[in-house]
């Protein structure tokens, strides 16, 4: 979705408003202009984010994600599996090893300190999937079982560690 073009429209509108004045609103309305660019950006993203938000609650187990990729923002539909068959995409979600894929999902609330959450979206982020998935494969992964560790005696270590 280009969004350009509504920053532009605002930034318009903004020195409309202020050749409505004299030379000194005029010229604060030229100054905010640039300054108008970032933070309507930043206020169209976290609207759509919002409106996403409230379609995913709707779609639910479905989600919609929104992407920013460079200044224009992306939409990302997962449709619920049911949908599948009928015409629907299936969805993005990937089933986690040596798991049935039941068709079935549940929500669950979540809570991480704003820290924890920032890197594992950034880890999403990096990997181009949804935070949900990456949290969906940070959990499949912490389930799987480990090797067993073999307890050896008789042998000894000395040195540093770094």
Same mark, same amino acid.
């Given at each position: ?16 408003? +202020?050749?409505?004045?004299? #030379? ?7 100054? &905010?202009?640039?300054?108008? @660019?970032?933070? %309507? ?14 379609? *995913? ?5 479905? $989600?919609?994600?929104? /992407? ?19 015409? +629907?995409?299936? $969805? ?6 040596? @798991?049935?894929?039941?068709? $079935?999902?549940?929500?669950? *609330?979540?809570?991480? $300190?704003? *820290? ?6 950034? %880890? #999403? ?9 990456? &949290?969906?494969? #940070? ?6 079982? /480990? ?6 005696? +008789?042998?000894?270590?000395? +040195?540093?560690? /770094?």
């Amino acid at each position: 979705m280009q969004i350009t073009h509504h920053v532009e429209e605002l930034q318009r509108q903004l020195v409309a408003a +202020g050749a409505a004045g004299d #030379a000194a609103a005029q010229g604060q309305a030229e100054r &905010l202009v640039t300054a108008l @660019e970032p933070a %309507a950006r930043l206020a169209i993203l976290e609207a759509l984010s919002e409106a996403a938000g409230e379609i *995913t609650r709707e779609l639910a187990p479905g $989600s919609v994600d929104v /992407r920013l990729r460079g200044r224009e923002v992306q939409f990302a539909v997962t449709r619920p599996a049911s949908d599948e068959g009928l015409g +629907g995409v299936p $969805s993005t979600t990937p089933t986690p090893p040596d @798991e049935p894929d039941d068709g $079935s999902t549940s929500r669950t *609330t979540l809570r991480l $300190s704003e *820290t924890l959450k920032a890197r594992a979206e950034a %880890a #999403a982020a990096a990997e181009g999937i949804s935070l949900n998935t990456w &949290l969906v494969r #940070a959990v499949s992964l912490a389930l799987e079982p /480990r090797p067993a560790v073999r307890e050896s005696r +008789g042998t000894s270590f000395t +040195g540093w560690v /770094r």
